[in-house]
T-cell receptor, first 115, second 114 residues
Framework: AQTVTQSQPEMSVQEAETVTLSCTYDTSESNYYLFWYKQPPSRQMILVIRQEAYKQQNATENRFSVNFQKAAKSFSLKISDSQLGDTAMYFCAFKENNAGNMLTFGGGTRLMVKP | KAGVTQTPRYLIKTRGQQVTLSCSPISGHRSVSWYQQTPGQGLQFLFEYFSETQRNKGNFPGRFSGRQFSNSRSEMNVSTLELGDSALYLC?????????????FGQGTRLTVV
């Protein structure tokens, strides 16, 4: 079974600075997908960024980028120019290829952006 | 277009009762997945339905069941409620292909069992 670990339960960052959230996973699969989801106080899970394991290039979405290290099974999220609206829980998630839409989530990192 | 809609948003039930939660997916989406979110166990996958058939199932007791209708709307049922079933229940919909199709989440149903 796949496992996803987020080792930082809580983090804080000053507005406009950069922060990196860590995620490691364990799988014997070679083809899979990784995601970062954001859950603000409204509880709505919002997809931040996704990475296909077969792609060597790290995904980027505006201020959000990932550092995907397949051999190390590491998938960190970097948030640049942090904004107050980035305050939320962040979940790393894993999905096998050809496994429907069954996501395995990490325990989450609570991020606080301070003014 | 309308997002994923979960009803009700909040629910209070008594131990031993049963409860039914509803999820209406985004139009055109054929896959609906359910997750339980608790402070202690985090986000755990319950089951996924695709074209009215259960495609994947998580490690939950048989008291948790679900179904999907021909219009892709899904319901999950929990029978003989226990205090530990208190949680936020999230559903997610997607087009349903087995490759990378983005899952869109609803706002959840907060179930409290007393």
């Amino acid at each position: 079974a796949q496992t996803v670990t987020q080792s930082q339960p809580e983090m804080s960052v000053q507005e406009a600075e950069t922060v990196t959230l860590s995620c490691t996973y364990d799988t014997s699969e070679s083809n899979y997908y990784l995601f970062w989801y954001k859950q603000p106080p409204s509880r709505q899970m919002i997809l931040v960024i996704r990475q296909e394991a077969y792609k060597q290039q790290n995904a980027t979405e505006n201020r959000f980028s990932v550092n995907f290290q397949k051999a190390a099974k590491s998938f960190s999220l970097k948030i640049s120019d942090s904004q107050l609206g980035d305050t939320a829980m962040y979940f790393c998630a894993f999905k096998e290829n050809n496994a429907g839409n069954m996501l395995t989530f990490g325990g989450g990192t609570r991020l606080m952006v301070k003014p | 277009k309308a997002g994923v809609t979960q009803t009700p948003r909040y629910l209070i039930k008594t131990r031993g009762q049963q409860v039914t939660l509803s999820c209406s997916p985004i139009s055109g989406h054929r896959s609906v997945s359910w997750y339980q979110q608790t402070p202690g166990q985090g986000l755990q996958f319950l089951f996924e339905y695709f074209s009215e058939t259960q495609r994947n199932k998580g490690n939950f007791p048989g008291r948790f069941s679900g179904r999907q209708f021909s219009n892709s709307r899904s319901e999950m049922n929990v029978s003989t409620l226990e205090l530990g079933d208190s949680a936020l229940y999230l559903c997610a919909s997607s087009f349903g292909g087995t490759t990378n199709t983005e899952a869109f989440f609803g706002q959840g149903t907060r179930l409290t069992v007393v």
